[in-house]
């Protein structure tokens, strides 16, 4: 159980267009979602937190008009990274965090791999 | 907070050694603590968790040590394994919130023939 996936895995555009990220709980409720951002050899930086049914809570520094969130039902939020650059390459990571869990932890999804030319 | 930037630090061991993985951790309030591993490509992979009202815990052929007092956390894996090859992330972070867990910089390990 727990297994969270996304699709596409990976995904290569054209620089000025916009790539939509899934992320979905198979088999579990998840009320938040996590989006992290994770460049070659470092750490997983957060970008946002997704709670179902309001609006995404950004960190500093992740402009929320160009990294889109919506999370429209507890099995499903998505990342839409508008107008993509070349810095904008990177590999995206969600996590869901079960609902019925009463301790913090989340099931990881297996990554997007985001390319632009 | 998250370590942004720095080059992961690397651990080599032979197979069959046992790997001991260090992690110091910020926030002296933080009272859930997990490890995961990242095969290159992949998403972060549970290993273990401890909270802070334990200072040991075991799974199988891992251990987790809490060290409260200087905020330092360890993991180690016992008869260390080729395909346990990856990057060992430790993250700290609330029980019972969604809160987001916080990650540290991670260590590279690479587990000789």
């Known amino acids: 159980g727990a297994v969270v996936s996304q699709h596409p895995s990976w995904v290569i555009c054209k620089s000025g267009t916009s790539v939509k990220i899934e992320c979905r709980s198979l088999d579990f409720q998840a009320t938040t979602m996590f989006w992290y951002r994770q460049f070659p050899k470092q750490s997983l930086m957060l970008m946002a937190t997704?709670?179902?049914?309001?609006?995404?809570?950004?960190e500093q520094g992740v402009e929320k008009d160009k990294f889109l969130i919506n999370h429209a039902s507890l099995t499903l939020s998505t990342l839409t990274v508008t107008s993509a650059h070349p810095e904008d390459s990177s590999f995206y990571i969600c996590?869901?965090?079960?609902?019925?869990?009463?301790?913090?932890?989340?099931?990881f999804g297996p990554g997007t791999r985001l390319t632009v030319l | 907070g998250e370590s942004v930037g720095l080059h992961l630090p690397t651990l080599s061991v032979q197979e069959g050694d046992n790997s001991i993985i260090n992690c110091a951790y910020s926030n002296s309030a933080s009272d859930y603590f997990i490890w995961y591993k990242q095969e290159s490509g992949k998403g972060p992979q549970f290993i273990i968790d401890i909270r802070s009202n334990m200072d040991k815990r075991q799974g199988q052929r891992v251990t987790v040590l809490l060290n409260k007092t200087v905020k330092h956390l360890s993991l180690q894996i016992a008869a260390t394994q080729p395909g346990d090859s990856a990057v060992y992330f430790c993250?700290?972070?609330?029980?019972?919130?969604?809160?987001?867990?916080?990650f540290g910089s991670g260590t590279q390990l690479t587990v000789l023939p």
């Open positions: 997704s709670n179902e049914g309001s609006k995404a809570t950004y």
């Open positions: 996590s869901a965090r079960m609902t019925s869990l009463s301790y913090n932890e989340q099931f």
């Open positions: 993250a700290e972070g609330f029980s019972g919130s969604a809160r987001q867990l916080t």
